[in-house]
């Protein structure tokens, strides 16, 4: 199964329902075929402030402009070198 979305990260995005709007930033994926999409604000006029994310479903979503940013290449292995902690558990 291929996991398909209608916006990318990076892509500005407006809430039809409240007006928010911001930068996707992340992508979830549900078993019952949801996908909801996490976005970011930019920061308030005074650039003091970093409002929270919000999640919302795909479908109250309308698409503002594409990629606003340039997604960075993910670090390898992801989280960075931490040698020091216990790996997971096998099941």
């Keep these: ?38 976005v970011q604000p930019a920061l308030t006029k005074d650039k003091t402030q970093h409002p929270d994310s919000v999640m919302f479903d795909e479908q109250q979503l ?8 340039k997604i960075i290449k993910p670090i390898d292995p992801p989280g960075g070198d931490r040698p020091d902690l216990p790996g997971l558990p096998q099941l």
């Design 62 to 69: 309308e698409l503002v402009k594409v990629k606003q940013v």
């Design 1 to 38: 199964m291929e996991l398909e979305s209608k916006f990318e990260f990076g892509d500005k995005v407006r809430d039809t329902v409240t007006n928010f709007e911001g930068t996707v930033t992340a992508i979830a994926f549900y078993m019952n075929g949801c996908v909801r999409y996490q």
